[in-house]
C-alpha cells in the first residue's frame, strides 16, 4: 500500500527537498505540495492524502488552523496530520496537538527520521519520538490552559483496563510494549485504545495521551516503571 504524502510549508526548496526523498521510498509518494494552510486543506481534499507534513508558520492560513479545518471535515476523517516545526520545543506545538495533529518533528530532523515518522502517523501505531513527545506535553499541560479537548467527565466512562492502557499510551509506550507489560495482544491493546478514543472523541493517540494529562490520569514529570 502506498502512503499517499501532501507537503504543507511556505519554503519551496524544502518541499522540493522532501519530495525527493519521499517519491524515493517504494512505499510512499508525494501527491501535491502547498504553499499555505488553505492550499493544504483544500489538497488534502482533492488528493485524497494519507499523511499531510505541516508546517506551522505559513502566510494566509497557518498550519494550526489548516490542522484544525481537516480534524473537523468529516470527509478527511482518515487524513493524518504530522507537524514541523523550526524548533523542537515550539510554543505552538500543543495548539497542533489539540487541533488534531498525529505527531511532530524538528525540520533539522535525519531523513531517515522523517521517512519512519510518515510511516508511524500513516499507520497510527505510536507516538513519533516517545520519550520527547512525553516530555513536551508534560511541560505545556503543566500550565493552566483554557479550553481542553474533552469534558473530564467522559474519563469516567471509560473502564479499567481502557484507562491503563491510556495511560500507558500517554507514558509514550507502543502497542507492542503494552502487550508485553499487558500480558495480552497488541491486537488486544489497539483494540482497548480505539474504544477509548471513541468514547472520549479523541481524533488519534496523540489526542489521547493530551486527554490523559488534561484529566490528570498522567502528570507533568510523571514515569512508570
Same mark, same amino acid.
Given at each position: 500500500?502506498?502512503?499517499?504524502?501532501?507537503?504543507?510549508?511556505?519554503?519551496?526548496?524544502?518541499?522540493? &527537498?522532501?519530495?525527493?526523498?519521499?517519491?524515493?521510498?517504494?512505499?510512499?509518494?508525494?501527491?501535491?505540495?502547498?504553499?499555505?494552510?488553505?492550499?493544504?486543506?483544500?489538497?488534502?481534499? @482533492?488528493?485524497?492524502?494519507?499523511?499531510?507534513?505541516?508546517?506551522?508558520?505559513?502566510?494566509?492560513?497557518?498550519?494550526?488552523?489548516?490542522?484544525?479545518?481537516?480534524?473537523?471535515?468529516?470527509?478527511?476523517?482518515?487524513?493524518?496530520?504530522?507537524?514541523? &516545526?523550526?524548533?523542537?520545543?515550539?510554543? /505552538?506545538?500543543?495548539?497542533?496537538?489539540?487541533?488534531?495533529?498525529?505527531? /511532530?518533528?524538528?525540520?533539522?530532523?535525519?531523513?531517515?527520521?522523517?521517512?519512519?515518522?510518515?510511516?508511524?502517523?500513516?499507520?497510527?501505531?505510536?507516538?513519533? @519520538?516517545?520519550?520527547?513527545?512525553?516530555?513536551?506535553?508534560?511541560?505545556?499541560?503543566?500550565?493552566?490552559?483554557?479550553?481542553?479537548?474533552?469534558?473530564?467527565? %467522559?474519563?469516567?466512562? *471509560?473502564?479499567?483496563?481502557?484507562?491503563?492502557?491510556?495511560? *500507558?499510551?500517554? &507514558?509514550?509506550? @507502543?502497542?507492542?510494549?503494552?502487550?508485553?507489560?499487558?500480558?495480552?495482544?497488541?491486537?488486544?491493546?489497539?483494540?482497548?485504545?480505539?474504544?477509548?478514543?471513541?468514547?472520549?472523541?479523541?481524533?488519534?493517540?496523540?489526542?489521547?495521551?493530551?486527554?490523559?494529562?488534561?484529566?490528570?490520569?498522567? %502528570?507533568?514529570?510523571?514515569? %512508570?516503571?
Amino acid at each position: 500500500m502506498t502512503i499517499h504524502v501532501l507537503l504543507a510549508d511556505d519554503q519551496a526548496l524544502l518541499r522540493g &527537498t522532501f519530495r525527493l526523498l519521499i517519491d524515493a521510498q517504494p512505499d510512499m509518494e508525494v501527491v501535491a505540495e502547498a504553499s499555505n494552510g488553505h492550499e493544504a486543506v483544500r489538497l488534502a481534499r @482533492s488528493e485524497q492524502a494519507d499523511v499531510v507534513v505541516m508546517d506551522i508558520r505559513m502566510p494566509d492560513v497557518d498550519g494550526i488552523e489548516a490542522t484544525r479545518l481537516i480534524g473537523q471535515d468529516e470527509n478527511l476523517a482518515g487524513v493524518k496530520v504530522l507537524v514541523l &516545526t523550526t524548533f523542537e520545543v515550539d510554543e /505552538f506545538i500543543l495548539e497542533a496537538l489539540r487541533a488534531g495533529a498525529s505527531g /511532530f518533528l524538528g525540520k533539522g530532523v535525519e531523513p531517515a527520521q522523517l521517512l519512519d515518522a510518515i510511516r508511524l502517523v500513516a499507520a497510527d501505531e505510536a507516538l513519533l @519520538s516517545p520519550a520527547a513527545t512525553k516530555k513536551l506535553i508534560a511541560r505545556f499541560l503543566a500550565q493552566p490552559s483554557p479550553g481542553g479537548l474533552t469534558d473530564p467527565g %467522559r474519563v469516567a466512562t *471509560l473502564t479499567p483496563r481502557e484507562r491503563e492502557v491510556m495511560i *500507558l499510551v500517554a &507514558t509514550g509506550l @507502543s502497542n507492542a510494549e503494552i502487550a508485553e507489560r499487558l500480558f495480552v495482544t497488541p491486537v488486544t491493546v489497539k483494540t482497548h485504545a480505539n474504544r477509548a478514543m471513541a468514547k472520549l472523541g479523541a481524533r488519534d493517540r496523540a489526542q489521547l495521551v493530551v486527554i490523559a494529562y488534561e484529566s490528570g490520569l498522567v %502528570r507533568a514529570g510523571e514515569t %512508570r516503571a
